[in-house]
Protein backbone atom coordinates (compact mmCIF):
# COMPACT_ATOMS: atom_id res chain seq x y z
CA UNK A 1 0.00 0.00 0.00
CA UNK A 2 1.76 3.26 -1.08
CA UNK A 3 1.06 6.39 0.88
CA UNK A 4 1.85 10.24 0.21
CA UNK A 5 0.79 12.18 3.60
CA UNK A 6 1.80 15.61 2.82
CA UNK A 7 0.75 17.31 -0.35
CA UNK A 8 -0.74 20.71 -1.29
CA UNK A 9 -3.50 22.84 -3.04
CA UNK A 10 -4.44 26.17 -4.36
CA UNK A 11 -5.55 26.43 -0.76
CA UNK A 12 -1.83 27.23 0.13
CA UNK A 13 -0.32 30.13 -0.99
CA UNK A 14 2.34 28.28 -2.42
CA UNK A 15 0.47 25.60 -3.89
CA UNK A 16 -0.39 25.86 -7.99
CA UNK A 17 -3.28 23.10 -8.31
CA UNK A 18 -6.68 22.05 -7.65
CA UNK A 19 -7.68 19.46 -5.63
CA UNK A 20 -8.83 17.52 -8.38
CA UNK A 21 -5.46 17.88 -9.98
CA UNK A 22 -3.77 16.78 -6.82
CA UNK A 23 -5.71 13.46 -6.52
CA UNK A 24 -5.50 12.51 -10.36
CA UNK A 25 -1.68 12.91 -10.41
CA UNK A 26 -1.70 10.85 -7.29
CA UNK A 27 -3.69 8.12 -8.65
CA UNK A 28 -2.00 8.19 -12.54
CA UNK A 29 0.93 7.57 -9.96
CA UNK A 30 -0.37 4.69 -8.40
CA UNK A 31 -0.98 6.38 -5.21
CA UNK A 32 -3.21 4.43 -2.63
CA UNK A 33 -3.45 6.57 0.18
CA UNK A 34 -3.02 10.56 -0.37
CA UNK A 35 -3.43 13.20 2.01
CA UNK A 36 -4.26 16.39 1.04
CA UNK A 37 -2.53 18.33 3.75
CA UNK A 38 -3.10 22.65 3.12
CA UNK A 39 -0.68 25.21 4.65
CA UNK A 40 -3.30 26.76 7.57
CA UNK A 41 -1.95 29.87 6.94
CA UNK A 42 -3.24 29.15 3.39
CA UNK A 43 -6.53 27.69 4.47
CA UNK A 44 -7.36 29.93 7.21
CA UNK A 45 -6.71 33.49 5.44
CA UNK A 46 -7.42 32.38 1.86
CA UNK A 47 -5.67 35.52 0.48
CA UNK A 48 -2.13 36.26 0.73
CA UNK A 49 -2.61 40.10 0.14
CA UNK A 50 -5.11 39.47 3.66
CA UNK A 51 -3.09 37.43 4.93
CA UNK A 52 0.14 39.89 5.08
CA UNK A 53 -1.64 42.84 5.81
CA UNK A 54 -0.95 44.65 9.24
CA UNK A 55 -4.46 44.10 10.52
CA UNK A 56 -4.87 40.74 9.46
CA UNK A 57 -5.31 39.22 12.90
CA UNK A 58 -8.79 40.94 13.61
CA UNK A 59 -10.24 38.90 11.11
CA UNK A 60 -8.94 35.70 13.41
CA UNK A 61 -12.97 34.75 13.97
CA UNK A 62 -13.26 33.70 10.21
CA UNK A 63 -10.77 30.80 10.91
CA UNK A 64 -13.66 28.19 11.85
CA UNK A 65 -15.43 28.92 8.51
CA UNK A 66 -12.40 28.50 6.26
CA UNK A 67 -11.15 25.30 8.30
CA UNK A 68 -14.58 23.82 7.68
CA UNK A 69 -14.79 25.14 4.11
CA UNK A 70 -11.72 23.29 2.58
CA UNK A 71 -12.38 20.22 4.97
CA UNK A 72 -16.17 20.03 3.03
CA UNK A 73 -14.34 20.40 -0.13
CA UNK A 74 -11.48 18.09 0.18
CA UNK A 75 -14.19 16.12 1.62
CA UNK A 76 -16.20 15.93 -1.84
CA UNK A 77 -12.99 14.77 -3.54
CA UNK A 78 -12.70 12.10 -1.58
CA UNK A 79 -16.14 11.64 -2.58
CA UNK A 80 -15.43 11.84 -6.05
CA UNK A 81 -12.65 9.52 -5.87
CA UNK A 82 -13.21 7.48 -3.36
CA UNK A 83 -13.37 3.90 -6.02
CA UNK A 84 -10.07 4.70 -7.20
CA UNK A 85 -8.15 6.10 -4.28
CA UNK A 86 -8.46 6.96 -0.49
CA UNK A 87 -8.38 10.26 0.31
CA UNK A 88 -7.46 11.74 4.21
CA UNK A 89 -8.59 15.21 4.65
CA UNK A 90 -5.20 16.59 6.79
CA UNK A 91 -3.43 20.53 7.54
CA UNK A 92 -0.05 21.45 7.71
CA UNK A 93 -0.39 23.73 11.16
CA UNK A 94 2.86 26.33 10.91
CA UNK A 95 3.15 26.53 14.70
CA UNK A 96 5.96 29.98 14.67
CA UNK A 97 4.85 32.19 17.14
CA UNK A 98 4.76 35.54 15.24
CA UNK A 99 1.37 36.26 15.95
CA UNK A 100 -0.54 34.83 12.64
CA UNK A 101 0.60 31.36 11.59
CA UNK A 102 -0.27 29.46 14.33
CA UNK A 103 -3.77 28.61 14.19
CA UNK A 104 -6.60 30.72 16.61
CA UNK A 105 -6.58 29.22 19.99
CA UNK A 106 -10.17 28.59 19.18
CA UNK A 107 -10.13 27.03 16.00
CA UNK A 108 -11.23 23.51 15.97
CA UNK A 109 -9.84 20.84 13.76
CA UNK A 110 -10.16 17.87 15.92
CA UNK A 111 -12.85 16.36 12.83
CA UNK A 112 -10.11 16.47 10.25
CA UNK A 113 -8.09 12.91 9.54
CA UNK A 114 -4.88 14.03 10.89
CA UNK A 115 -2.46 17.04 10.64
CA UNK A 116 0.89 17.42 10.26
CA UNK A 117 2.99 19.78 12.98
CA UNK A 118 6.00 21.65 11.31
CA UNK A 119 8.29 24.22 13.39
CA UNK A 120 8.13 22.15 16.33
CA UNK A 121 12.10 22.24 16.85
CA UNK A 122 12.20 26.39 16.00
CA UNK A 123 12.71 28.60 18.95
CA UNK A 124 9.75 30.32 18.87
CA UNK A 125 6.86 27.88 18.43
CA UNK A 126 3.56 28.09 20.04
CA UNK A 127 4.39 24.26 21.16
CA UNK A 128 7.48 25.22 22.94
CA UNK A 129 8.74 22.23 21.66
CA UNK A 130 6.60 19.76 23.22
CA UNK A 131 4.51 17.89 20.46
CA UNK A 132 2.32 15.66 23.36
CA UNK A 133 0.64 19.16 24.53
CA UNK A 134 0.33 20.22 21.12
CA UNK A 135 -0.90 17.19 20.02
CA UNK A 136 -3.61 17.19 22.71
CA UNK A 137 -4.57 20.78 21.54
CA UNK A 138 -4.72 19.53 17.64
CA UNK A 139 -7.63 16.89 18.90
CA UNK A 140 -7.30 14.89 15.85
CA UNK A 141 -6.87 10.77 15.51
CA UNK A 142 -3.60 11.07 14.50
CA UNK A 143 -0.55 13.82 14.80
CA UNK A 144 2.15 13.69 12.31
CA UNK A 145 5.55 15.26 13.19
CA UNK A 146 6.65 16.82 9.92
CA UNK A 147 10.10 18.50 8.49
CA UNK A 148 11.86 17.65 11.81
CA UNK A 149 14.95 16.23 12.85
CA UNK A 150 13.59 14.00 15.27
CA UNK A 151 16.65 12.72 16.84
CA UNK A 152 18.24 16.28 17.34
CA UNK A 153 14.86 17.52 19.09
CA UNK A 154 14.64 14.48 21.77
CA UNK A 155 18.40 14.84 22.38
CA UNK A 156 18.23 19.32 22.75
CA UNK A 157 15.03 18.16 25.35
CA UNK A 158 17.62 16.05 26.82
CA UNK A 159 15.60 12.79 26.84
CA UNK A 160 15.61 9.33 25.63
CA UNK A 161 14.77 8.34 21.65
CA UNK A 162 13.30 5.35 22.58
CA UNK A 163 11.33 6.37 25.33
CA UNK A 164 10.07 9.60 23.51
CA UNK A 165 8.96 7.16 20.66
CA UNK A 166 7.20 4.84 22.61
CA UNK A 167 5.11 7.54 24.11
CA UNK A 168 4.69 9.13 20.57
CA UNK A 169 3.47 5.11 19.75
CA UNK A 170 0.96 5.46 23.00
CA UNK A 171 -0.56 8.85 21.64
CA UNK A 172 -0.82 8.37 17.89
CA UNK A 173 1.77 10.81 16.94
CA UNK A 174 3.82 9.77 13.68
CA UNK A 175 6.89 10.92 12.22
CA UNK A 176 7.05 12.15 8.98
CA UNK A 177 9.52 11.72 6.26
CA UNK A 178 9.70 13.91 3.58
CA UNK A 179 10.86 13.26 0.46
CA UNK A 180 10.49 16.59 -1.46
CA UNK A 181 12.74 16.80 -4.74
CA UNK A 182 10.67 19.33 -6.45
CA UNK A 183 10.96 23.08 -7.79
CA UNK A 184 9.64 24.96 -4.72
CA UNK A 185 12.14 23.76 -2.69
CA UNK A 186 14.82 24.14 -4.92
CA UNK A 187 14.84 20.68 -4.93
CA UNK A 188 16.11 20.43 -1.34
CA UNK A 189 16.37 16.84 0.39
CA UNK A 190 15.68 16.50 3.94
CA UNK A 191 18.82 15.85 5.38
CA UNK A 192 17.21 13.85 8.81
CA UNK A 193 15.20 11.52 5.85
CA UNK A 194 19.00 10.50 4.88
CA UNK A 195 19.92 10.62 8.03
CA UNK A 196 17.06 8.17 8.75
CA UNK A 197 17.49 5.86 5.89
CA UNK A 198 21.12 5.27 6.63
CA UNK A 199 21.48 4.86 10.24
CA UNK A 200 20.46 1.23 11.16
CA UNK A 201 20.53 2.28 14.98
CA UNK A 202 18.12 5.00 14.54
CA UNK A 203 15.80 2.34 12.52
CA UNK A 204 16.13 0.15 14.77
CA UNK A 205 14.98 2.57 18.22
CA UNK A 206 11.74 3.81 15.78
CA UNK A 207 10.73 -0.29 15.28
CA UNK A 208 10.92 -1.62 18.52
CA UNK A 209 8.91 1.47 20.11
CA UNK A 210 5.81 0.88 17.46
CA UNK A 211 6.25 4.12 16.31
CA UNK A 212 4.53 5.28 12.89
CA UNK A 213 6.28 6.91 9.88
CA UNK A 214 5.11 8.36 6.87
CA UNK A 215 6.20 8.88 3.35
CA UNK A 216 5.31 12.56 1.84
CA UNK A 217 6.31 14.15 -0.92
CA UNK A 218 5.45 17.80 -0.09
CA UNK A 219 4.19 18.14 -3.24
CA UNK A 220 3.52 21.69 -4.52
CA UNK A 221 2.98 21.23 -8.68
CA UNK A 222 1.94 18.37 -10.11
CA UNK A 223 3.89 18.77 -13.01
CA UNK A 224 6.94 18.40 -10.66
CA UNK A 225 5.27 14.99 -8.81
CA UNK A 226 7.58 12.00 -8.80
CA UNK A 227 5.45 8.73 -7.41
CA UNK A 228 8.03 7.01 -7.51
CA UNK A 229 10.33 8.61 -5.64
CA UNK A 230 7.12 7.90 -3.05
CA UNK A 231 6.74 4.64 -3.75
CA UNK A 232 10.09 3.88 -3.45
CA UNK A 233 10.48 5.11 0.43
CA UNK A 234 7.15 3.61 1.17
CA UNK A 235 8.92 -0.03 0.24
CA UNK A 236 12.03 0.81 2.15
CA UNK A 237 9.83 1.30 5.24
CA UNK A 238 8.55 -1.89 4.85
CA UNK A 239 10.65 -3.69 4.26
CA UNK A 240 12.76 -2.32 7.60
CA UNK A 241 9.42 -3.45 9.32
CA UNK A 242 8.44 0.05 9.88
CA UNK A 243 4.53 0.86 10.23
CA UNK A 244 2.62 3.52 8.28
CA UNK A 245 -0.38 5.45 9.45
CA UNK A 246 -3.36 4.19 7.83
CA UNK A 247 -1.69 0.65 7.16
CA UNK A 248 -4.16 -2.01 7.32
ZN1 LIG B 1 4.12 25.18 1.04
ZN1 LIG C 1 3.96 20.98 3.33
Request: proline share 3%; with cysteine.
Amino acid sequence: MIQDLHSHTYYSFCGGDTPEQVAEAAIKGGIDVLGITDHNTGVCYCRLDFYTAPDAQRFGGTAERTLRRYYDHINLIREKYRDKIEIKRGIELNTTDDGRNPLPDSADISYYDYCLVECLDSDCTVTRGDIFAYAKRCGTPLVGIAHTDLFRHIRSRGEDPYEYFCRMAEENIFWEMNVSYDSIHNYRVHGYMLDFFADEEKQDIVRRSGALVSIGFDGHRVGDYLPDRIREYNEKLHALGIKRPFEK
